[in-house]
């Protein structure tokens, strides 16, 4: 699957209008951020979902229109603060922004792109928050748990202690990823 150039356009629009109303996105972030932003996939293999330019801010947009639906499901008692859920689905990819390089495309392996070897090893979710923090974006603790914890496997501490908005963030995260992928086919 590849986006539309029009489709780019318009998520970068949506995406940019939506963090800059709520207060998260400043111009120093958004320059930092920039055209590598816009450009990079979700993954780097067809096998995986949005394995394609622009595919992760269409996957971050994905990610939190499903978990505003799920959050709006749930009685008011329950819900989390709409800004704070919106604001982690939006930033919790982030240190995808540099981390995949394009590679000749071999359709047998569904392979298209490599990892950047520039960039210094560590968790997606580390990634993003030390781009969040370098740019002077504020997180309350529990953001700050949802968006470090997101990416964390075999953690029993992160898995049973989550907050609300981690699991609503990984609930968006994991049906985004089937409608990704269903669409893909």
Same mark, same amino acid.
């Given at each position: 699957?590849?986006? $539309?150039?029009?489709?780019?356009?318009?998520? /970068?629009?949506?995406?940019?209008?939506?963090? /800059?109303? !709520?207060?998260?996105?400043?111009?120093?972030?958004?320059?930092?951020?920039?055209?590598?932003?816009?450009?990079? *996939?979700? %993954?780097? #293999?067809?096998?995986? =979902?949005?394995?394609?330019?622009?595919?992760?801010?269409?996957?971050?947009?994905?990610? /939190?229109?499903?978990?505003?639906?799920?959050?709006? #499901? !749930? *009685?008011?008692? $329950?819900?989390?603060?709409?800004? #704070?859920?919106?604001?982690?689905?939006?930033?919790?990819?982030?240190?995808?922004?540099? !981390?995949?390089? *394009?590679?000749?495309?071999?359709? =047998? /392996?569904?392979?298209?792109?490599?990892? =950047?070897?520039?960039?210094?090893?560590?968790?997606? %979710?580390?990634? %993003?928050? =030390?781009?969040?923090?370098?740019?002077?974006?504020?997180?309350?603790?529990? $953001?700050?748990?949802?968006?470090?914890?997101?990416?964390?496997?075999?953690?029993?501490?992160?898995?049973?202690?989550?907050?609300? !908005?981690?699991?609503?963030?990984?609930?968006?995260?994991?049906?985004?990823?089937?409608?990704?992928?269903?669409?893909?086919?």
């Amino acid at each position: 699957m590849v986006l $539309e150039q029009d489709k780019i356009v318009a998520n /970068t629009k949506k995406y940019f209008a939506t963090a /800059t109303k !709520l207060g998260f996105m400043n111009d120093e972030f958004m320059s930092f951020l920039g055209e590598d932003f816009i450009k990079a *996939p979700a %993954s780097t #293999s067809t096998r995986y =979902n949005n394995a394609f330019e622009g595919g992760l801010i269409d996957h971050l947009l994905n990610v /939190t229109k499903y978990a505003v639906l799920i959050n709006d #499901s !749930l *009685p008011v008692d $329950e819900q989390v603060d709409k800004n #704070s859920l919106v604001k982690v689905c939006l930033l919790h990819q982030i240190g995808k922004a540099f !981390l995949f390089s *394009p590679i000749t495309w071999k359709s =047998n /392996t569904g392979v298209k792109y490599d990892f =950047n070897e520039d960039t210094i090893s560590m968790r997606v %979710s580390e990634r %993003s928050i =030390n781009y969040i923090f370098k740019h002077g974006i504020t997180l309350t603790d529990e $953001e700050y748990a949802a968006i470090l914890n997101f990416d964390k496997v075999d953690d029993k501490m992160a898995e049973h202690h989550n907050t609300m !908005l981690g699991d609503l963030l990984k609930m968006g995260s994991i049906l985004a990823i089937k409608h990704e992928k269903k669409i893909a086919k």
